[in-house]
């Protein structure tokens, strides 16, 4: 049974690119979260996609965008690079209702 | 909103000695609360969650955690570490699966 994959494991760009990152859920998984974790912090909630809609966001710009198919895969796009974005980009899923998420080994996104 | 605190940001342990990591939170209602594990350059691994029930929550690894309404708190704790615990722990609060993590504290187990 394999867990949750992310691609792809390292990205370098440099400021004002675009970028996409993907997710592949858990088997029986159709809840997808993305984290934003810079270096030294804890993640930070992005947004949610379940049902393809997204249906909670945190604190980040419309630079931040996503999607969700149906197969419950999902990518997170990220327009006009800063500096700043440089983290680690962390997928979870869930299944349903349940509070419980899952973690990707994240992507590492390096912007120069 | 809901917060999380973890007080300590770094804590060196002797190999076999026991741990406990502290963990603060602030939250409206019920929480459901989670302690994460994340190795250097890796993703998050699930250790524990509370979500109802039995105050003391057995995980994987030998961890175990200790609700307590009246201190806000969730602390981890092992009663013999091992020199592969060393990594960074998180606790968590979630609100409808979306979570909110806190600032993390770093294990270092010396020989």
């Not at chain 1, 691609?7 to 690119?17: A, D, E, F, N």
């Not at chain 2, 708190?73 to 979306?98: G, Q, T």
Request: glycine share 10%; aromatic share 12%.
């Amino acid at each position: 049974d394999a867990g949750v994959t992310q691609s792809p494991t390292h990205l370098i760009k440099t400021r004002g690119q675009q970028v996409t990152l993907r997710c592949s859920p858990k088997s029986g998984h159709d809840t997808v979260s993305w984290y934003q974790q810079a270096l030294g912090q804890g993640p930070q909630f992005i947004f949610q996609y379940y049902e393809e809609e997204e249906r909670q966001r945190g604190n980040f710009p419309d630079r931040f965008s996503g999607h969700q198919f149906p197969n419950y895969s999902s990518e997170l796009n990220v327009n006009a690079l800063l500096l700043g974005d440089s983290a680690l980009y962390l997928c979870a899923t869930g299944q349903g209702e349940q509070e419980t998420q899952y973690f990707g080994p994240g992507t590492r996104l390096l912007v120069l | 909103a809901q917060s999380v605190t973890q007080p300590d940001i770094h804590i060196t342990v002797s190999e076999g000695a026991s741990l406990e990591l502290r963990c603060n939170y602030s939250y409206g209602a019920t929480p459901y609360l989670f302690w994460y594990v994340q190795s250097p350059g890796q993703g998050l691994q699930l250790l524990l969650k509370y979500f109802s029930g039995d105050t003391l929550v057995q995980g994987i690894k030998g961890f175990e955690a200790e609700f307590k309404r009246s201190q806000s708190s969730f602390n981890l704790r092992k009663p013999s570490v091992h020199w592969s615990d060393a990594a960074e722990y998180f606790c968590a609060v979630a609100r409808r699966r979306a979570l909110t993590f806190g600032s993390g504290t770093r294990l270092q187990v010396q020989p």
